[in-house]
T-cell receptor, first 116, second 111 residues
């Protein structure tokens, strides 16, 4: 149980295009989902917290107009990187917190984005 | 900014040896968690220790927490090649809050 999937697992796109990444909780409902970015050999940096049915809360320094987050249901959150540039190339990881819990987060396998 | 700093950044040991890594943090916490990440993969939760706990065990893992020093350690005993991964600590300042990750320790276990 407590499986989180991400799609796609990797994507290559041209500079200036937009890319959507999906994060799904497969066997539980998640009121809160988190989006992280991880550069090679570095730690995870929280980008935003996504609550179902409300606007995402972005961390300082993260452009909300560039990284659009939608959490339309209790099992799906999406991250759209708009007008992607090579510096957006990174590993994007989501996590989901099951409804009714406070300390648990289950992580997705990550999405490798390469912007040419 | 990152809450935690991990030490060492990298560790290379022989199979069967113990691996110890440390995590320091700056503010008060509700709990501290340790995660493992295999190269290019997502994170796997290893263990959670609450602020009122001092030590916790799970299989070959032993975690300690010293809130007076704002530090934690993760010990992997009798390491195996499959333990090769990056290990991250993450702090949760309040129940239901967001996690802040440390810089990670890259562990290489040589067979």
């Amino acid at each position: 149980g407590a499986v989180v999937s991400q799609h796609p697992s990797w994507v290559i796109c041209k500079s200036g295009t937009s890319v959507k990444i999906e994060c799904r909780s497969l066997d539980f409902q998640a009121t809160t989902m988190f989006w992280y970015r991880q550069f090679p050999k570095q730690s995870l940096m929280l980008m935003a917290t996504s609550n179902e049915g409300s606007k995402a809360t972005y961390e300082q320094g993260v452009e909300k107009d560039k990284f659009l987050i939608n959490h339309a249901s209790l099992t799906l959150s999406t991250l759209t990187v708009t007008s992607a540039h090579p510096e957006d190339s990174s590993f994007y990881i989501c996590s989901a917190r099951p409804r009714g819990t406070y300390n648990e987060q289950f992580f997705g396998p990550g999405t490798r984005l390469t912007v040419l | 900014s990152q809450q935690g700093e991990e030490d060492p950044q990298a560790l290379s040991i022989q199979e069967g040896e113990n691996a110890t890594m440390n995590c320091s943090y700056k503010t008060s916490i509700n709990n501290l968690q340790w995660y493992r990440q295999n190269s290019g993969r997502g994170l796997v939760h290893l263990i959670l220790i609450r602020s009122n706990e001092r030590e916790k065990h799970s299989g070959r893992l032993r975690v300690t927490l010293d809130t007076s020093k704002k530090s934690s350690s993760l010990l992997i005993t009798a390491s195996r090649a499959a333990d090769t991964a990056s290990y991250f600590c993450a702090t949760d300042k309040a129940a239901g809050n967001k996690l802040t990750f440390g810089g990670g320790t890259r562990v290489l276990v040589k067979p």
